[in-house]
């Protein structure tokens, strides 16, 4: 199993940055994707970005440019560079990672949520 734990969140103004972290643990062979989501209050939880174990990304529209997802694989930890923030950046951000079992089981863990506020 894979626990996620994400750090980094808070309150920032319009064109402020943060930088959110996203450590797993626990038991697994792999770490294969991972990936960012966020839900704003009222709205579904929709995905921002993602990473491959190789480095490949992908990014919502609405924040090419302006986020940056990386990974350290030694640390099994995923990071996301936010800049240029807006209000409508507000939300939870979710850590997802999909990994694979010492029994090469597979499975999917969620990280418990971080908060980010973009308010002046």
């Known amino acids: 199993q894979v626990q996620l734990v994400e750090s980094g969140g808070g309150l920032v103004q319009p064109g402020g940055s943060l930088r959110l972290s996203c450590a797993a643990s626990?038991?697994?062979?792999?770490?294969?994707?991972m990936a960012w989501y966020r839900q704003a209050p009222g709205k579904q939880r929709e995905w921002v970005a993602d990473i491959t174990s190789g480095g490949s990304t992908n990014y919502v529209d609405s924040v090419k440019g302006r986020f940056t997802i990386s990974r350290d694989n030694a640390k099994n930890t995923v990071y996301l560079q936010m800049n240029s923030l807006k209000p409508e950046d507000t939300a939870v951000y979710y850590c997802?990672?999909?990994?694979?079992?010492?029994?090469?089981?597979?499975?999917?863990?969620w990280g418990q949520g971080t908060q980010v506020t973009v308010s002046s």
């Open positions: 997802n990672a999909d990994w694979v079992g010492r029994t090469l089981t597979r499975g999917g863990s």
């Open positions: 626990g038991s697994f062979r792999s770490i294969m994707t």
